[in-house]
């Protein structure tokens, strides 16, 4: 049994600027180029949105990152709904969520779901980019973390990597399986930064970050943007490009609670997330054909995968190939854009636009043929948040 | 040389904490009314919302949570140290301690090892709660 409104929104315009190493714009700028594209893949017209909501990334915490006066900017002056959103990796999902039960209701009828960012500077690291913001100098506790020589998301994901691998007998070189693979997705896609084909051997050779996370354990920093439009199946139908309609939604955050009674880094939010959404579509883990899940590290994806229930715990690594180089490897049809990883980082709408891609069926040489049920995940803090849609080219 | 890695910044609630490292005593929070120690400070329990609490001083046993080598150079000061080890560290008493192992062989590092607090008075204003194997 499904939920009456599986089938009754969907994503009818997708922009994706250009991504990586663009300089000499802002935030905003990336935002207006998304719209503008999602706007013109859509079919519609400026004056068509009525909804708006945003989610900035790393610059949102600079405080250079888009918020409220993204509308002024834009010039949206038929706002029915409005808002900042922010779960972190898990937002993009969330937007999407909030944007269906508004259209679903009437509360508004194209509603824009932006993330946009622009954190890289030119001649400065992604590193410098992303550890930058957590140099603010802690004031009590959180204090020691820069003491004992703590820093970035890396470290909390090796933490975290580091816990599963031990419990389960995962290897640098099973994690190295899921970078290869992703790449050879990203070959195929014109969106992506990384597109040099990656063997094993480059990835053991590229250098350390937190151990046991290799750089090509690591997502890429990104420019850009991606603009979702949300509406009702009915209107979706007749505009310029195929809907993806959405079937399934849901959300799922266990927090982080640094105490005995709370397991961290073998679990995530996708356990309930994922119960939840598979419950509104009326699917479940077998019927799934393509996943695109956040995969802020290699790691993030194995986890994500058993979460769902498409592998037992522990074996997620058993989707991939011994040598996901080896041409005659069979890829799972897991981040089929390349993700994060190696396509672009755009927070949790990079699994989304891949998502929308593959579920139109347009997705060029990278296209996966049975795509009747692409499960799209978000994931912010440390899995500390979670969020999930399940997007079909179908209606029905 | 003079010590020139980040030092811990006290406020008004965590200072006792901080003069106990001083005296070598790891302090933490305990809440009578959900029996709970709390770690890092919070002005009330996450588990029951209680605002009255008291410091406890730790047996300071515990063991790997889990941990990691840091071999990107993030601040200045860690470059004769990369790579170093990180840990999570899991008290007896229930709290979880990010944390630096000391006294351990990389290769000796697992989840699960049994580690005891090791104060490193790295200053003569500050110690640090670090880990060693117990």
Redesign the interface.
């Known amino acids: 049994m499904s939920d009456p409104i599986r089938g009754q929104t969907a994503i009818c315009g997708l922009g994706i600027t250009e991504m990586g190493k663009v300089y000499g714009h802002d935030a905003s700028w990336f935002a207006g180029e998304s719209i503008r594209l999602a706007v013109e893949d859509a079919g519609l017209n400026k004056d068509d949105i009525d909804g708006l909501l945003v989610n900035p990334g790393i610059t949102g915490m600079m405080g250079t990152g888009i918020s409220i006066p993204l509308q002024g900017y834009l010039g949206l002056r038929n706002l029915r709904l409005l808002n900042h959103m922010n779960s972190f990796g898990a937002t993009a999902s969330a937007m999407v969520q909030y944007a269906a039960f508004a259209v679903h209701h009437g509360m508004a009828n194209y509603v824009a779901c932006i993330f946009s960012d622009a954190p890289l500077q030119q001649g400065g690291s992604a ?1 410098a980019a992303y ?1 930058g913001a957590g ?1 603010r ?16 998301a ?2 909390s994901y ?3 990597a ?2 599963y691998m ?2 389960y007998g995962i290897t640098n070189n099973d994690l190295g399986r899921v970078s290869v693979t992703q790449r050879r997705y990203a070959v195929d896609n014109p969106h992506a930064t990384m597109r040099q084909p990656l063997t094993l051997e480059d990835y053991h050779n590229s ?6 996370f290799h750089l090509l354990d690591c997502c890429l920093v990104s420019n850009g943007a991606v603009c979702t439009i949300v509406t009702t199946a009915e209107r979706a139908r007749d505009l310029k490009s195929s809907p993806a309609y959405v079937w399934g939604m849901g959300q799922g955050h266990p927090g982080n ?5 709370v397991e ?2 073998t679990t995530s939010g996708a356990t309930i997330a994922g119960e939840t959404a598979y419950k509104m579509a009326g699917v479940g883990p077998d019927d799934v054909d393509i996943c695109e899940f956040y995969d802020c590290y290699t790691y993030t994806v194995l986890r994500t995968i058993e979460d769902y229930g498409l592998a037992k715990p522990g074996e997620a690594i058993g989707l991939y190939p011994e040598d996901p180089a080896d041409p005659e490897a069979e890829l799972p049809t897991i981040n089929t854009g390349g993700g994060q990883l190696s396509s672009y980082y755009m927070w949790g709408m990079t699994p989304i636009s891949e998502g929308v891609i593959q579920a139109r069926g347009s997705g060029g040489d990278r296209q996966i043929e049975k795509n009747d049920i692409v499960l799209c995940s978000g994931n912010g803090g440390t899995l500390d948040t979670h969020g999930t849609l399940i997007l079909s080219p179908n209606a029905n | 040389m003079a010590y020139d ?7 008004e ?2 200072q006792p ?1 901080f003069d106990g490292l001083k005296d070598h005593k790891l302090l933490l929070q305990y809440f009578p009314s959900a029996d709970h120690y ?4 919070s002005d009330r329990c ?1 588990k029951d919302w209680s605002t009255d609490w008291e410091w406890r001083e730790s047996a300071g046993n515990g063991e790997v ?8 150079l ?2 200045p000061s ?1 470059k004769a ?1 990369i ?2 080890t ?1 840990a ?1 560290v ?1 008290l007896d008493e ?7 192992l000391v006294n351990v062989p990389v290769e000796e590092v ?2 699960g090892l049994r580690v005891k607090v090791a104060f490193d008075d790295v200053t003569d204003e ?1 110690t ?1 709660p ?1 880990f060693e194997p117990a």
């Open positions: 590193g550890g140099r100098g802690p004031t009590g506790m959180a204090s020691l973390m820069p003491a004992f020589g703590f820093y970035g890396n470290t090796a933490l975290a580091r816990r031990e419990r250098r350390w970050i937190v151990e046991p609670f640094p105490h005995a009674e961290v880094g | 890695k980040p030092l811990p910044s006290p406020d609630n965590t904490f709390q770690y890092p400070y996450y949570y889990t941990w990691v080598r840091m071999h990107q993030y601040h860690w140290e790579p170093y990180l999570v899991q229930g709290p979880r301690m990010h944390t630096n697992h989840v500050f640090l670090k």
